[in-house]
């Protein structure tokens, strides 16, 4: 029984121990520069497509779907999250969400040169008969017109790759990529912004669907669980109750 209980709390120190090697840092979900540079690659991309579009929405971004983002990068999991397909579940208030997911090194991230990823797939897709001949979903919930909020988060994750493998995940309302549906309408940019819009950069800008808005009370489900906090003082409680 007592080797047992050493055993165990040997396993204990040595697995705080490993934990306690920092990971490489992420930004958060409340780092502002974080928020703006994913925030500005998105309208950047938005504003340039071609053929061009006559409502493209300004996007702004958005603590709900932010934390949504988080809870499933936090899973590790290279795969949509499932709440997307279930009313109200992403989100306190959009009905249904979209989602955008980048894979690779954190050496070679930026939120843009991930949005510029998503983006690069407009070469697969034709405009005219709603078609892709290779992937494009990425690409075209990035343009989606109606789509105006975003959220994004970055979670380091070695069990998809390295040590540095890094997920992005950004999830947006309301949702885009309906089926048989274009993202946008082709015509002259902001030609069809709606009533109290601004056209800024080709987008239609409006400072009422831009307000920040918090969510205090409200939590995505399937937020991964915490790893064991190995503080100083639990690593002497461990070491202690080796003797």
């Known amino acids: 029984m007592i080797l ?49 579009a006559a409502s493209m929405k300004h996007m702004s971004w958005d603590e709900g779907l932010a934390k949504t983002a988080k809870a499933w990068a936090n899973k590790c999991k290279f795969g949509h999250n499932p709440c997307l ?78 040590s540095d493998t890094a997920i992005f995940v950004c999830d947006y309302g309301p949702t885009g990529n309906y089926p048989n549906m274009p993202p946008y309408t082709n015509g002259t940019p902001c030609s069809m912004c709606e009533e109290g819009d601004t056209c800024i950069k080709k987008l239609c800008q409006n400072k009422e669907r831009d307000k920040t808005r918090t969510y205090p009370n409200w939590n995505p489900p399937g937020i991964a669980p915490q790893l064991i906090a190995c503080t100083p003082l639990y690593l002497i409680s461990v070491f202690l109750r080796l003797f």
Do not use: M
């Open 85 to 162: 397909s279930k009313s109200h579940q992403c989100h306190p208030t959009f009905q249904f969400v979209g989602e955008n997911i980048w894979l690779g090194a954190l050496i070679i991230f930026t939120p843009k040169s991930a949005v510029d990823f998503w983006y690069n797939e407009t070469e697969f897709y034709d405009f005219n008969h709603l078609s892709c001949s290779k992937t494009c979903g990425h690409y075209t919930q990035v343009v989606w017109a109606n789509s105006y909020k975003v959220g994004c988060a970055i979670t380091i994750c070695p069990k998809l790759g390295r």
């Open 4 to 52: 047992g209980k050493k055993l165990s709390c040997l396993w204990t120190l040595g697995l705080c121990l490993v934990a306690s090697k920092s990971p490489p840092k992420v930004p958060s979900i409340t780092n502002q520069t974080f928020i703006d540079e994913a925030v500005k690659a998105h309208n950047e991309a938005r504003g340039r497509v071609q053929p061009t």
